[in-house]
């Protein structure tokens, strides 16, 4: 079936502990997205992806890091985990070519003790 | 600033029809999308408006007005599992999408 896969779906982690979560889109979308969802607000974004090999920049980048090797693989690194990033976080991908409609993974939940 | 807004939770019985409001002000618009998100799952895209006026899908339709910032998802003959929140999200004019935190619909039998 296609769509976006991520992993883990949930992990605990202590502060100051390096994590990354990944994404796998078949879909051969040429944008990905990651975003983090906390309870009353909206999505925001933290990085994307428009074609493989370019990144930019979210709404909340700080303490994120992402790569494009490739088409399929957008992975989200937190260098030095703190409690404020404890959130539930979706990869996302879309056809820019259609309406632009995204495609979301299941979202993986991060707690940071 | 960029701003969504939509009334954090609503209450609608079985078999009604029940309007969710969304306004915005965005530096630009490039479309409006409507998403569902069931408690503990991804959103899943429901509808794309890029054009005043009404689009209809089966029992849910929305609607736009650009003039006014204004849209509106319409969901008809409610069922239990329509339980969920809506979210409102603007495409700018950098073609970034803009979120509203969600409108929780609680469905009663």
């Known amino acids: 079936i296609a769509g976006i896969t991520q992993a883990p779906t949930s992990q605990i982690l202590a502060a100051g502990r390096r994590m990354t979560l990944r994404c796998t889109q078949d879909?051969?979308?040429?944008?990905m997205y990651w975003y983090r969802q906390d309870l009353g607000l909206g999505l925001r974004l933290i990085h994307y992806?428009?074609?493989?090999?370019?990144?930019g920049k979210g709404e909340v980048p700080d303490g994120y890091s992402v790569s494009r090797a490739n088409t399929d693989d957008f992975p989200l690194t937190l260098a030095s985990a703190v409690p404020s990033q404890t959130s539930v976080y979706f990869c996302?991908?879309?056809?820019?070519?259609?309406?632009?409609?995204?495609?979301f993974g299941e979202g993986s939940r991060l707690t940071v003790l | 600033g960029q701003n969504i807004d939509q009334p954090t939770e609503m209450t609608a019985t079985e078999g009604a029809i029940v309007q969710i409001n969304c306004t915005y002000q965005?530096?630009?618009?490039?479309?409006l999308f409507w998403y569902q998100q069931h408690a503990g799952e991804a959103p899943t895209f429901l509808s794309y408006?890029?054009l005043d006026g009404l689009e209809e899908k089966g029992r849910f339709s929305s609607f736009l007005s650009r003039s006014k910032g204004y849209s509106y998802l319409l969901l008809k003959e409610l069922q239990m599992k329509d339980s969920a929140s809506y979210l409102c999200?603007?495409?700018?004019?950098?073609?970034?999408?803009?979120w509203g935190a969600g409108t929780k619909l609680i469905i009663k039998p």
């Open positions: 996302a991908s879309s056809d820019e070519d259609d309406t632009g409609e995204l495609f």
């Open positions: 879909m051969r979308h040429n944008a």
């Open positions: 992806s428009n074609t493989a090999g370019t990144t």
């Open positions: 965005t530096s630009g618009f490039n479309g």
């Open positions: 408006n890029v």
């Open positions: 999200a603007v495409k700018d004019s950098n073609y970034q999408l803009i």
